[in-house]
């Protein structure tokens, strides 16, 4: 068997196999040795068994199959609905709507809305005259016609004006002058006349919600709504 069978029966890699000093054998006679001769041989090993390949899906991210929870979805905010526009008509002290300005311009800051009546909650002062007031709804709750919440515009709405208090303002408060009674008639409205600077000092609390009149651009009139 030659050396070139052994190395093709063996399972050896494939590599470059030098064979060295492939010398002829000498002869018993003591003749000299054949030179030596220097051979390269490349043997291919048999191909080892292809890997399984990888399970396409296996690779692939799993799913994510877990039920959307729709509580915890942002709700989409619907537009609010335009209430009735401000007129000269008293508002229902617990109507569900907020009023409307249409001719109002409310890119240009704070000023007064139209003349007429607003129901509205003055929530700040501005200066010693000027108080800022926003319209409100009433929200019902429990069924009771006069249980529940007043609202305003929602948060980012721009809807708000500022007007200055007259100085000869008519205030009916619906809890006394010193705040500690219940002066209010059939419809939860205020009775009680009070001073301008009592209502100054409730409109800078920011907690007086009232059927507000404006005239000529100054808050002539506020009757504050007793809501329990």
């Not at 048999?46 to 729709?70: G, K, L, N």
């Not at 139209?114 to 108080?131: F, I, P, T």
């Not at 009070?194 to 100054?218: E, M, N, P, W, Y």
Request: aromatic residues 6%.
């Amino acid at each position: 068997m030659t050396t070139f069978d052994l190395f093709r029966r063996g399972a050896v890699p494939a590599v470059a196999v030098t064979l060295l000093s492939l010398t002829a054998c000498s002869s018993a006679s003591g003749t000299s040795a054949s030179p030596t001769v220097t051979a390269t041989v490349t043997v291919t090993a048999p191909a080892s068994p292809a890997e399984p390949s990888a399970d396409p899906a296996a690779s692939e991210a799993p799913a994510d199959d877990t039920p959307t929870d729709p509580a915890t979805t942002a709700p989409t905010r619907k537009p609010v609905k335009a209430g009735p526009p401000i007129t000269d008509k008293t508002p229902a002290p617990f109507g569900g709507t907020i009023q409307s300005d249409p001719d109002h311009d409310f890119t240009k800051g704070l000023s007064p809305s139209s003349d007429g009546v607003v129901r509205g909650q003055l929530v700040a002062m501005h200066d010693e005259n000027v108080a800022e007031y926003r319209p409100i709804k009433f929200v019902k709750e429990y069924g009771g016609s006069t249980t529940g919440h007043f609202e305003g515009p929602p948060e980012g709405d721009v809807t708000a004006f500022a007007a200055p208090i007259a100085a000869g303002v008519v205030f009916l408060s619906a809890v006394g002058c010193d705040g500690k009674d219940q002066t209010i008639d059939g419809d939860y409205l205020g009775t009680e006349r009070c001073s301008r600077d009592k209502l100054v000092l409730r409109a800078d609390k920011g907690d007086l919600r009232a059927l507000i009149t404006v005239k000529g651009g100054q808050i002539v009139k506020v009757t504050e709504i007793y809501a329990a």
